[in-house]
């Protein structure tokens, strides 16, 4: 594995592209089937963060192709190269760039709007949230069609999930209690099958990457992986802890339970941005066991 100063650049601009466009995509999906259970205010707030959400995914997305251009150049100068800029776009770096720049925007159409996100919206924003399986290490795998189609899943379920954290935890701080154990609820209830989808997804992908379950721990991207799924594991346990023990006690407007259920969300919040980091490293510098 080797590294420079713009891998470190480019990493952690594409770990802001994976949490900005799934935070903004998963914040619609919210919008969008909790709509009725949300208190006014946090709709509100939630409409602006997902806007914002969408500026930085957008932002983000065109800075990774520059710093490509750097990397590939070697000097600041390459950021700069219209020649190098133009290769990029034409790649399947640029072209999933493309497709996830063109979600957001439809996305973005459900901002403005106080009803609930409508198809194009969604459309887009499940668009953006799965351009991620345009390129990378499952579409270098041969037939690609199933580990692009699982990867696609997988990257749904995960918006559906990191994108909810943020609206649920305005959603604790509103002062309408009953409003908030609704959507909580609501959310719990599709968690479930959408969590689901997320493991049985990934479980194949991580089959179809390593070839043999050893790699986890005889190889660098193995044991890296390894990690990535030990921070998985820690919010499978959270999220069962909530679905099981604290939403009960929202129910009955517990204030030691909303109290617990902050701390719990804002974990996973940060387990959740180093699954992401975790991700974009080794996306970036890491081969998978299958592909070598």
Known sequence: MHSNAWDVGTIIVKA????????????????????????????????????????????????????????????????????????????????????RIVGLILAAFAVPSSRRPDAIPI??????????????????????????????????????????????????????????????????????????????????????LTGNVSELWTSAYGRALSVKIGLVALLLAIAAFNKLILTPRLSVDDPQAVSAFRRTLVIEMIAAAAILLGTATLTTLMEPPALR
Do not use: K
């Not at 998963?26 to 089937?33: P, Q, S, V």
């Not at 990378?136 to 909810?164: E, K, N, Q, S, T």
């Open 16 to 99: 802001v592209v994976y949490a900005a466009t799934l935070g903004a995509a998963g914040g619609l999906f919210f919008l969008h089937y909790c709509r009725s259970q949300i208190p006014n205010l946090t709709r509100r707030n939630s409409r602006r963060l997902v806007a914002i959400l969408i500026l930085i995914a957008i932002g983000s997305s065109l800075a990774r192709i520059s710093l490509l251009s750097a990397s590939m150049s070697g000097q600041a100068a390459g950021m700069l190269d219209p020649s190098l800029a133009m290769m990029i776009w034409q790649s399947g770096e640029g072209r999933a760039s493309a497709v």
């Open 123 to 208: 459309l887009g924003a499940g668009i953006a949230a799965t351009s991620f399986a345009w390129t990378g290490h499952v579409h270098a795998l041969r037939p690609d069609w199933l580990p692009i189609v699982l990867m696609g899943a997988h990257l749904v379920g995960i918006a559906f999930w990191v994108g909810a954290l943020p609206p649920l935890l305005m959603v604790t701080r509103d002062p309408d209690r009953a409003a908030m154990a609704a959507s909580v609820r609501q959310f719990g209830r599709l968690a479930v099958i959408v969590v689901a989808v997320v493991v049985a997804a990934g479980v194949v992908l991580l089959w179809m």
